[in-house]
Nanobody, 117 residues
Framework: VQLAESGGGSAQAGGSLRLSCVASASMFEFNSMGWYRQSPGGQRELVATIDSSGKTNYADSVKGRFTVSRDNAKSTVTLQMDSLKREDTAVYYC????????????WGQGTQVTVSA
């Protein structure tokens, strides 16, 4: 399964960006799709995830600013990022992993998000 990300780029602080990720195959196992990010010199960290039932999980740093959603029929996950801050600058990675008996954990190649003052 391949994950294709799109929508990264540059924005000013206070602005918005929207990231999208589409999986090359439909996964019928109960799973989680979401986004992680890694800034230079930092570790990869959770941004937001959403499972097959629609339950979401957000990092405290993005709560109230970012919204994750998914379309199970289209195997896509989207991250709407509003009120961007400079500290949101990072490479954002799409993730798809199983929450069921069949184990899998897929990653996209990453898309750069740069927020300027």
């Amino acid at each position: 399964v391949q994950l294709a990300e799109s929508g990264g780029g540059s924005a000013q602080a206070g602005g918005s960006l929207r990231l999208s990720c589409v999986a090359s195959a439909s996964m019928f196992e109960f799973n989680s799709m979401g986004w992680y990010r890694q800034s230079p010199g930092g570790q990869r960290e959770l941004v937001a995830t959403i499972d097959s039932s629609g339950k979401t999980n957000y990092a405290d740093s993005v709560k109230g600013r970012f919204t994750v959603s998914r379309d199970n029929a289209k195997s896509t996950v989207t991250l709407q990022m509003d009120s961007l801050k400079r500290e949101d600058t990072a490479v954002y990675y799409c993730n798809l992993r199983s929450l069921g008996l069949l184990e899998y954990d897929y990653w996209g190649q990453g898309t750069q998000v740069t927020v300027s003052a």
